[in-house]
């Protein structure tokens, strides 16, 4: 199960199927593309797991099964790195 | 309204060498103190059209510049500065006493009015809207600068825009437009009635000189203008002119890293600067030919973002 990082306010911008997000915890910006931010959004409600984001985002995403589960684990993996998210 | 002109010169040396010249350059009030004569002229040059306040009134930074004691001083004069006390430059041969001031004045901004969202970045403003344009040395943005002023375009500053967090807009800081090498020979050519200070050879930046801001551009320094265009300008020998689309979000960030505080800010850096992409339309530009480029940047400022 993942859970967004406790003190993320998720503060983003979209613009043009790209976005950039102030992380509130450390105070650094990262530019993300819009699919990551559906992912961070979607955990608001959680903690998901992998295959659960997957069937929550299929239509927002436009893929579905599978591969869309692995790539949501690699996304979840890599805003782990940015101390986004985090395992629970 | 006293202006640096109309204070007799040897009333200027003496304030300058007394208790400070209250110089208003934009929203700041910077209080010079120095016994470098040649400044006195400089500042008389370059700032005759600026603001002095009253003796005694309120002051954002204070700066001495001031020539160091001892034999030294005799044997190759220097100058050496200090702000509220701290000294963070090294003292530099009195000939490069001008472009220290000007250096020193960016620094106090760029380290201190953290109540902007500092940019290092041209700005200039015609038709109500403000083009900005940050840009890393070598990019010819300060040849730019100065053509679009020659051209007469507002000028806002050539080296950074202060963006209030509160509404958006850009606060204007116009001062003397910083040329390095070429540069200055190519700003003579196109512009023969532009005021440009003596060259300095043998500065960190090469040889330097600088253009007198328009005193039009001083009279509005009060005067906010609305952001519209963001462009990122490269001057590339033989290049065509080129403006083309940058995607918002990559154009964010690369303002952020242009940005002298935008980390220092934090989440109040992160809205101010969003609002800023949000209202601008973002562009490379490639140049070659000044002539093209002036009249692409025309276009652009009837245009809206």
Not at chain 2, 22 to 48: E, H, K, Q, W
Not at chain 2, 68 to 97: E, K
Not at chain 2, 204 to 223: C, F, Q
Request: glycine share 8%; net charge neutral; proline share 8%.
């Amino acid at each position: 199960m993942w859970r967004l990082v406790p003190g993320q306010s998720l503060n983003c911008r979209e613009w043009d199927g790209e976005a950039v997000l102030y992380n509130d915890v450390a105070g650094s910006t990262h530019l993300l593309e819009a699919a990551a931010l559906d992912v961070l959004d979607a955990l608001r409600a959680g903690p998901f797991d992998a295959a659960t984001l997957a069937a929550r985002l299929a239509a927002q995403l436009d893929a579905e099964g599978g591969e869309l589960v692995s790539l949501i684990e690699e996304m979840l993996v890599a805003l782990a790195r940015l101390d986004l998210v985090e395992p629970c | 309204m006293l202006t640096v002109a109309a204070l007799p010169l040897p009333e200027l040396g003496a304030r300058l060498r007394g208790d400070g010249l209250l110089l208003r350059t934009g929203p700041f009030v910077n209080c010079v103190r120095t016994d470098v004569a040649s400044l006195a002229a400089g500042i008389a040059a370059m700032y005759a059209d600026y603001p002095v306040e009253a003796p005694g009134g309120f002051v954002d930074f204070h700066l001495n510049l001031r020539r160091p004691r001892g034999l030294r001083q005799w044997l190759r004069p220097q100058v050496a500065f200090d702000q509220d006390g701290l000294a963070p430059f090294q003292p530099l041969p009195v000939a490069q006493a001008y472009p220290m001031l000007e250096w020193l004045l960016n620094w106090c901004v760029s380290q201190r009015a953290h109540g902007y969202l500092l940019i290092h970045a041209a700005v200039l403003e015609r038709h109500g809207r403000a083009v900005i344009l940050p840009a890393p040395p070598g990019s010819g943005k300060s040849t730019l600068c100065a053509a679009l002023v020659g051209h007469g375009w507002r000028l806002l500053s050539d080296e950074m825009t202060l963006v209030r967090p509160a509404d958006g807009l850009v606060a204007p800081l116009p001062r003397p437009v910083s040329l390095k090498n070429a540069s200055i020979g190519v700003i003579r050519a196109a512009f023969p009635d532009a005021v440009l200070s003596p060259s300095v050879e043998g500065t960190s930046k090469g040889t330097i000189a600088y253009l007198r801001a328009p005193r039009a551009s001083i009279a509005r320094a009060a005067e906010p203008a609305s952001p519209a265009h963001i462009v990122f300008p490269r001057y590339e020998a033989g290049a065509a002119t080129r403006l083309e689309p940058v995607p918002k979000a990559r154009a964010f960030m690369q303002v952020a890293d242009n940005s002298f505080n935008y980390p220092a800010l934090g989440r109040q850096g992160f809205d101010t600067l969003a609002r800023l992409v949000d209202a601008c339309g973002c562009h490379t530009f490639r140049y070659s030919d000044l002539g093209e480029a002036l009249a692409r940047f025309d276009r652009l400022a009837r245009e809206g973002a």
